[in-house]
């Protein structure tokens, strides 16, 4: 919806210019409504409820909510993100709230939104009032449900009003049994005698005699609309003579709008008001666009000046509707003097809001209008955005409205039944009726079956893409494409779309990133800025994830902040899934985190993680987690990042995404390192190298991480164990390491994985520095700074810890990439490094039996004490004690232990 329509149905009315000021009950509503949870001005059309309520809103100090219903708000989800944008208006920042985020995504949890309405209410600074006029154009049982859930569980400090024709369908008895309803009804809302008077007289400048006022005062018994009719009879016959103020034929509302206001009116301005009488709001473009002319914004504010029941619906007078009762009888009278006319103005009026990009209207009026074509054009442009924005219903709604005979005639209409079925999981009912409409289609000649026939294509397109099937989508994509017809936009984007998911999913990133580029090509076009925004936030995104798979940091960030840009557009509100969002922010902040922009990745994360707590996707949950407890160790806060892991880990425990386990198992290892639990890092090495395949668990103190295969081929598993051995630093290990890394490497230069490259090369340079080969160990780090300085890698090699440090002084002080080098090794001075052990002083692996002798050490047995538990001589108690010592680097059985226990080599 356009930004200043919006705004109508959410601002408090501007008050009437003729309006009475209805001081009693102003006083009366500030007085009572803090009092009540409800407040319930009901009576028919014509009394003047919005007037009250609008002058009393203008008047109060309480902070007032309004929103202004229609039929089209009918529906909970929509029902409650305009009554959100109303209290942002009161209440600024609620937007930003819980309840804000699941209200900005699409389909939110119902009852987790009521849950954060209500918590959200709680921290209301002050007494808060929704005023809800027109409730009775609400049917919904859902949402009367959920306003009486709101209504018994709310703080005393939030209150409703509902300006309605009749009594809802809520629990009213029981709000009255227990005092929490003020009700106003046509008795209280019938002007007295006091106010008819200063009414006529001083509003409308009819100079009346008391005994006239009285008169009409009870013939009209007070009734709001029919003083103001009667009002305006007079001033226009003012100059007839003295005549019957109320005569018996005027009982009827239509003969007061027919002879007395209509009938006196000059023939462009009555014409005017029948052809506009269609429109539910007004704007100056729009009549212009509906009868033909011009000058319908001075038009527009020459009838509001002369109080002929126009509305304004915002301060600058752009949007207006008229009143209820004027509506009906223009729209009755128009049926009458402009039957031929009708169908076409409805058409004008569905151009003006489909080229204004507003579906829903565009839709109500090409059905009024009887044209199947523009409905047909409708549905084409807006059926798969919004089928994939989840508005089901809506579309439900359009397709249940068609004549039946229109199906019959046109079979492209079944064929948005038949997307509807798939898009709900109904495959082979959508299937099914796909063939029934492509069989009607081949009876069909001419052009109109040639572009039909090319959007069955499409739809079957859409369904092998989701199926997996590529060949078979690349087949009918081929075929589609060609034949669609211009304005084909949405299906043609839609196909690209959907074929560069499949080609991402199976791989092959080029062909997926060609897709996904042509997506805002196509749609980049005035009309359509809907559906290039929905699109935009999902292919930008798509293309973010496949720049990060080949490490082009750069590139990845630029569509992450075009995504994010596109899901903060208005048109995204409600239209994306609270994961796809949360993901968003998450990938967004792993990318500042490797720039070691800490505190802005700290901040994206944490509305990533917001919204991924709240959506339950647990894949989003665990990378969340995951940079949380990696932002948490850069911090040294080593408490707090086992706290993120161990959120993760029953995510992980339960979800099949064998690329976050890995993901998972590599963030385990590097949070033993960072605690010092050599022991356990190795010892998960070993096990993942020799392919053991135990349950992922944590035994402490002896805690061990099985990989989830016997030799994984994942990178994220093969560049952890690369470290774990690393940390090793026996001769096999390294040599382990050294193949490993040299088989990883091939591999991802092959497949253009830079990140990967980059990893492995920082890990071979460690690796040679390990075994004192300083040229090898210098060319290949210098290497990976060649191809990481580019993207600005920076955590990448900080992790790494101090033997990092080390090599990047050696950098340094050979010239290698000096500006890069020194910005790497600044960032080493930010924080604590991930790990921070010293790799030449870790020791060779025990033997069992010395493990056994550093035991009984530890527990401060005698070396005959030792011989003795073991069944061994003290001589060799001795010489085994020797050899820890040196492995250990330690002088003494003192300096042993207190070395094992900082390498957590005891049990």
Known sequence: MQPSLLATKLRVPPLARHALRRDRLVDALEQGITGYRLALVAAPAGYGKTTLLAQWAHATDLAVAWLSLGEEDDDVER?????????????????????????????????????????????????????????????????HDALTFLLDHLPQTLHFVLACRGEPPLPLARYRARRQLLELG?????????ETEAFLNENMGLELAEDDTRRLQGELEGWVAGLQLAALSLQQRRDEGRRPLISGRHRFIADYFGEDVLAQLPENTRRFLLQTAILERLCGPLCDAVTGGEGGQAMLETLERENLFLAPLDESREWFRYHRLFADFLREEG?????????????????WYLEHDLPEPAFQHALAGDDAELVIRIIERYLNIMLNSGELKIVMRWLDSLPAAWFSAHPVLDLARAGTLAYTGAFDAGLRSIDDVEQRLTLVEGEDARWQLAMVKAVRCFMACVQNDVAQAEVLAYQALPDLREE????????????????????????????????????????????????????????????LLQGRLRNAAGYWKKALAAIQEQESWGRIELPVIGWVYIRMAEILYEWNELEEAATQLARGLERAKLGGDPQTLIAGYLLAGRLKLTAGDLEAAGERLEHARPLIENAPFPDWVSRFERFQLEFWLAQDRLRAAVDWADEAVHGEDSRLQDRRPTTRLSSTAAVTTNEETQLAIARALIVKGDGPSIERVLALLERLLEAAEAEGRMAVLVEALALQALAHWRRNEEASAMTSLEHALRLAEPEGYLRLFV???????????????????????????????????LATTEYEMLPEPLTPREQDVLELLAAGLTNREIAEELVVSPETVKKHAGNIYGKLGAGNRTEAVARARELDLLN
């Open 799 to 833: 992790d790494l810890g101090l033997p990092m440090a080390r090599l990047l002084q050696e950098a340094r002080s050979r010239d290698v990439l000096p500006e890069y080098v020194q910005a790497l090794l600044e960032a080493f001075g930010q924080g604590p490094a």
């Open 79 to 143: 029902f409650f993100r305009y009554l959100l944008r109303a209290w942002e208006d009161a209440q600024p920042g609620v937007m930003d709230s819980p309840l804000g985020v699941l209200l900005g995504s699409m389909m939110p949890d119902s009852k987790a939104v009521l849950s954060a309405f209500i918590n959200t209410a709680d921290d209301a600074p002050r007494d808060t009032v929704f005023v809800l006029d027109d409730y009775h154009l609400i049917e919904e049982p859902a949402i």
């Open 186 to 194: 046509p008795q209280d809302l019938n002007f007295s005698a006091d």
């Open 335 to 351: 049926k009458r003097r402009l039957s031929g006319e009708l169908a076409a103005l409805h058409r004008r009026a569905a151009w």
């Open 488 to 547: 084909s936009l949405s299906f043609r984007a839609s196909i690209y779309h959907a074929l560069g998911d499949s080609y991402r999913r199976n791989g092959r990133w080029e062909e997926a990133k060609a897709c996904y580029l042509k997506v805002p090509r196509v749609i980049d076009v005035p009309g359509f800025h809907l559906q290039a925004v929905i699109q935009s936030a999902h292919v930008f995104g798509a293309l973010a994830d496949l720049e």
